[in-house]
């Protein structure tokens, strides 16, 4: 399995560009996640979703849209990018099997955008 | 969601054991205590997780006290390879309504370990 993936791995916008960033899995997980973290800090969720065709907010949504058409992939979109989009995001994705039981996240390698 | 306090960073000796400390004075009855890390460059990666209990796995062991204010994650013997940032995390196991896996991230603690 390659797990979480995501495309691209680097990326340079300038302001006012737009792009979409993919996110792919695998494991057949009913929750994926984007997160971004700037320098020096921990993740901040953006997005999130709990199934194929359902997304909700996170802490920090302003600026980003996000689509879940299929259930392996979930898709965040920057319309018009901003310096302060600056930084790395991360995908991740979770099962959820009820009960008492804990599933982790399994977070993809990252995309490090810069937006001049 | 309940806060939580880490030391911003850490050494340790190679082969020795890391223990770091996290303290979460507002947990509730029904939250866990979680352990990611992140290597440089990486994303984040689970560790392990407890509730009240001592909990052991292939990694490391996670130590909560009684009163379940603070806890210390364990690394029995570090290595050059778990240099990374350390993140704790208290949340409910399954949050009702939307915020399903949510994890909110604090800045952690930053393990060095010495060759």
Not at chain 2, 42 to 59: R, V
């Amino acid at each position: 399995n390659a797990g979480v993936t995501q495309t691209p791995k680097f990326r340079v916008l300038k302001t006012g560009q737009s792009m979409t960033l993919l996110c792919a899995q695998d494991m057949n997980h009913e929750y994926m996640y984007w997160y971004r973290q700037d320098p020096g800090m921990g993740l901040r969720l953006i997005h999130y979703s709990v199934g194929e065709g359902t997304t909700a907010k996170g802490e920090v949504p302003d600026g980003y849209n996000v689509s879940r058409l299929k259930k392996q992939n979930f898709l965040l979109g920057l319309e018009s990018a901003a310096p302060s989009q600056t930084s790395v995001y991360f995908c991740a994705s979770s099962s959820f099997s009820g009960g008492s039981s804990y599933n982790e996240q399994f977070f993809g390698p990252g995309t490090r955008l810069t937006v001049l | 969601d309940a806060k939580t306090t880490q030391p911003p960073s850490m050494d340790c000796a190679e082969g020795r054991a890391a223990n770091l400390p996290c303290n979460h004075s507002t947990i509730s009855g029904n939250e866990y205590v979680y352990w990611y890390r992140q290597i440089h460059s990486q994303g984040p990666q689970y560790i392990i997780h407890g509730l009240k209990n001592n909990e052991t796995n292939e990694m490391a062991s996670l130590i909560i006290t009684e009163d379940r204010k603070s806890s210390t994650l364990i690394l029995p013997h570090a290595t050059l390879r778990d240099t990374a940032v350390y993140y704790c995390i208290v949340r409910v196991l399954h949050a009702g309504g939307t915020s399903y896996g949510k994890l909110t991230f604090g800045q952690g603690t930053i393990l060095t370990v010495h060759p």
